[in-house]
Every structure is written in C-alpha cells, then in structure tokens.
C-alpha cells in the first residue's frame, strides 16, 4: 500500500502566539511562522474593514512569494468603535483610553483573513464579531491595566484573559476575537486544498 502523499506544508505569516495557537487547537499547527514586517497605520479616512482586510492581504503578500510551494495564511485584527478604529496598546495610557471608550458599549472586532494556496490560488475572507462590555470602573480599569495582559492587544485588551470579565456579550466567532476565526480561517484553507 502506498503511503498518503505528503502535503505541503503550511506558513502562519504572525507573529502572534494566539493564532499559532488557534491553529494547533484545530490539529493544524503551522510548519513555518514567519512574521511580515508590515506598516499597519490606517491610511486617511480608511474604514476599519477596509483596513483589516488591507493589512491580512499586505502580510500575505509579503510572506507567499518566499513559499511558493505552500499554503500561506495571514490574518490581522480591527477593533473598531463606530468608524473609529482602536490601538494596539503599547502604553498605559493607550490601554486605559481604549477601556474607557470600551466600557458599557458595544464595538466590533473585524478579522481579515487571506490565503494562497501552493497552485497560487489565493482567497480572503472578513468576520465581524460584535462585543459587549459592562460600564468598568476605574478601579476595574487600572486593576485590568496593572495586569499587563493589554499589551499589544488591539483595543486593550484581551478576551481569553482577565478581560472575559468585563465581557457581558459576543455575537459571532469567539475566536476572530481572540486572534483567528477558526471556521472561515478552516473554511479558506479547506477550499484550497489543504487537508
């Protein structure tokens, strides 16, 4: 009997630890993680779907063409208020803004995703998870900040961590919140022919 033949492999283009994580959950661990180095300033007047589906497309772009032969995926996320599209946080302050606008409101996290497969093929995908914080105080707000886990996080925070409660609500993909949205991510590369 022969042996399956081997497929290729696949490219996480993130840094992220969540995604990578993400993936392994589902049994599909990435072979490669390279991260691509990519601005991720809003450009003027650029709507926060726009901009997510920009930024997974420009990171597939700048990753694919070094594994031709694999299946490369990408993904970035948008935490928008309205039209207004929230930090990745890398400051005390950055964090308690984004907490504050956050708090006893609902807000959007927008995944973009994007794949190539090793025929060339490529595909994208947008997933909107909508979030609902209680009102926090401002003792709640430092206690969250003083925990460092906002760091680099879009919006300031972290769903999987100690934010979960401050989370009275999510409608869609638990998962486009934490980093990835495993069933279109899944659904993509599926359709590509990974396997």
């Known amino acids: 009997m022969a042996a399956a033949p081997r497929r290729a492999?696949?490219?996480?283009?993130?840094?992220?630890?969540?995604?990578?994580?993400?993936?392994?959950?589902?049994?599909?661990?990435?072979?490669?993680?390279?991260?691509?180095?990519?601005?991720?300033?809003?450009?003027?007047?650029?709507?926060?779907a726009a901009l997510a589906i920009r930024l997974a497309v420009a990171k597939l772009d700048a990753i694919a063409p070094r594994h031709p032969d694999a299946f490369v995926l990408a993904a970035d996320t948008v935490v928008?208020?309205?039209?207004?599209?929230l930090p990745k946080a890398e400051t005390r302050n950055e964090a308690h803004d984004c907490l504050s606008r956050l708090s006893g409101r609902r807000h959007r996290v927008i995944g973009g995703i994007a794949a190539r497969g090793p025929d060339g093929t490529r595909r994208q995908?947008?997933?909107?998870?909508?979030?609902?914080f209680k009102r926090m105080t401002e003792a709640e707000i430092e206690g969250y900040i003083d925990s460092g886990e906002w760091q680099g996080k879009a919006g300031g925070y972290a769903v999987q961590g100690r934010a979960a409660a401050y989370v009275t609500q999510i409608r869609g993909s638990y998962s486009n919140v934490v980093g990835l949205a495993l069933a279109e991510a899944y659904a993509l590369l599926y359709g590509l022919g990974f396997r």
């Open 9 to 48: 492999p696949l490219v996480l283009a993130s840094a992220s630890a969540r995604r990578r994580e993400l993936l392994a959950q589902v049994g599909w661990p990435p072979d490669t993680i390279e991260a691509a180095d990519v601005d991720e300033t809003p450009i003027e007047r650029e709507l926060p």
């Open 80 to 85: 928008a208020l309205g039209r207004r599209v």
């Open 125 to 132: 995908r947008l997933v909107t998870t909508v979030v609902a």
